[in-house]
């Protein structure tokens, strides 16, 4: 495990640690919904009540990205792949796999597992939203974790490699193919162009009066483009 983490807790052999940038952002968010989103919905709340439903909603925010990372771990543990650890971090979570996938298979199902994930999570809160109608705080919680984990699940499908719409995207060019150095340099590619569509779409949000969501979209597809690049040349080194 990187030495800017907390360790956390240890889950089916992998440890779970917390990147620094995690305290941060689990920070910002409490702040949001505790003085945007649960004041928006409510506005009769005492003081504190805002406060720890901003930080527990936080919590099962995060705790929904480590279930999504556990979904693509328990897959990969499936097909013997290793998983050296996973890492809660500003932009959420990443489990870090150790070996290249043994097939485009394998790819495909580790890749899709993680969403699918959200997707479950998601179909859940938005179900438990009824029997907790009666209780205000609890069903603005549920709303916003189904809100939150289809959102997860839709903009990790977005297929810019290395997202996990990106590695089903390669899984597929793989399949093929039948290369996998080459399903890696189309998906790096097609992932390059989805990044500068986020650059460009956070500088017309910019543009367009929304600063700091257009900044975080600029901010999350120069992110993108950085690690599409980081494939390619992975990918040239070991040619
Ligand atoms: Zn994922």
């Known amino acids: ?7 956390l807790v ?5 440890p779970v640690g917390l990147d620094y940038s995690w305290f941060l ?9 505790a003085s945007s989103y649960y004041p928006a919905e409510f506005d ?6 805002y406060w720890f439903m901003g930080a527990l909603t936080a919590l099962l925010f995060f705790v929904s990205v480590l279930l999504h990372e556990l979904g693509h771990s328990v897959v990969a543990l499936l097909y013997g792949i ?7 971090h500003v932009f959420g979570g990443v489990a870090e796999i150790v070996d290249e996938p043994p097939s ?5 199902f580790v890749a899709i597992a993680g969403p699918l994930v959200s997707f479950a999570l998601a179909g859940i809160f938005h179900a438990l939203q009824l029997p907790l109608a009666s209780v205000q705080p609890l069903l603005a919680l549920a709303e916003y974790l189904a809100y939150i984990n289809l959102s997860l699940a839709l903009f990790n499908l977005v ?6 719409g990106g590695r089903v995207f390669r899984a597929l060019m793989w399949a093929i193919t039948g290369d996998m150095g080459r399903a890696t340099v189309i998906a ?5 162009g989805f990044a500068f569509l986020f650059i460009a779409l956070g500088v017309w949000q910019i543009y367009t009066g929304n600063l700091g969501g257009g900044l975080w979209i600029v901010f999350i597809g120069w992110f993108l483009h950085n690690e599409a690049r980081a494939a390619l040349l992975h990918q040239a080194a070991n040619r």
């Open 188 to 192: 790096a590619y097609v992932g390059r």
């Open 25 to 33: 952002i689990f920070a910002l968010l409490t702040a949001l919904l």
């Open 104 to 108: 485009a298979a394998a790819e495909f």
């Open 10 to 14: 240890r889950i089916l052999g992998i």
């Open 159 to 164: 297929p810019g490699y290395p997202l996990d």
């Open 82 to 88: 290793r998983v050296r650890s996973i890492t809660l």
């Open 44 to 49: 009769s709340w005492p003081l504190p009540l």
């Open 1 to 7: 495990m990187a030495r800017q983490q907390v360790f």
